[in-house]
């Protein structure tokens, strides 16, 4: 499920308000230039691990034939490529 616009600015609003209360941090700028840049964050994050879905996608179609031919559960080794892909290009997932 993908989160909308509205949805990622009111997690990074509570995440702010949170870590401004524990004083967890001082912020230097004002509230809104820091949501914007952690929905933005967020937003690159989401895009990267999309790319990670369609590349492990587009790898697991490659090996589709030899695949289909053994009892390997596709859904298995779609997340398995995609977190040696993650591992390789130092994505959090």
């Known amino acids: 499920m993908r989160l909308g616009d509205e949805q990622v600015r009111r997690v990074c609003s509570a995440i702010l308000g949170r870590w401004k209360a524990k004083g967890l941090i001082r912020p230097k700028a004002q509230d809104d230039a820091l949501l914007s840049r952690m ?13 990670l879905d369609r590349e492990a996608e587009a790898l697991l ?3 589709l034939g030899k695949i289909e031919h053994s009892q390997a559960n596709t859904r298995i080794l779609f997340q398995k490529i995609k977190e040696r892909l993650a591992r390789e290009r130092d994505v959090v997932l």
């Open 61 to 63: 179609e490659k090996h």
């Open 39 to 51: 929905t933005a964050e967020i937003h690159d994050d989401i895009r990267r691990e999309e790319e």
